[in-house]
């Protein structure tokens, strides 16, 4: 069983950053790909952006160019730095990994992202 341990929420203002952290722990298997979603009040949870072992990334087209997900791989952690945040992005954000050869998926707990205008 894998533990996804979150940090980095807030309450933030237009225009404002935060950076959320994504600690991974309990895993014997090698993590394939790290990701975030985001769930806002009265939707549905969507991809934020994703980024897989060998590094490769995708972002939603609303994020792209103001958000970046990394990761390191040495602390089965994953990161997302995001920018220019809008009052749009406020979601509870859930950190997303799928471990093992059979790509088991687990989800984090989520983290509220508040963007006030």
């Known amino acids: 069983q894998v533990q996804l341990v979150e940090s980095g929420g807030g309450l933030v203002q237009a225009g404002g950053s935060l950076k959320l952290s994504c600690a991974a722990s309990?895993?014997?298997?090698?993590?394939?790909?790290m990701a975030w979603y985001r769930q806002a009040p009265g939707k549905q949870r969507e991809l934020v952006a994703k980024?897989?072992?060998?590094?490769?990334?995708n972002y939603a087209d609303s994020v792209k160019g103001r958000f970046t997900i990394s990761r390191d791989s040495a602390k089965d952690t994953v990161y997302l730095q995001m920018n220019s945040l809008k009052p749009e992005d406020t979601a509870v954000y859930y950190c997303?990994?799928?471990?093992?050869?059979?790509?088991?998926?687990?989800w984090g707990q989520g983290t509220q992202v508040t963007v006030s205008s």
């Open positions: 997303y990994v799928l471990v093992g050869l059979r790509n088991y998926q687990f």
């Open positions: 309990g895993s014997s298997s090698s993590i394939n790909v």
């Open positions: 980024i897989t072992s060998g590094d490769s990334t």
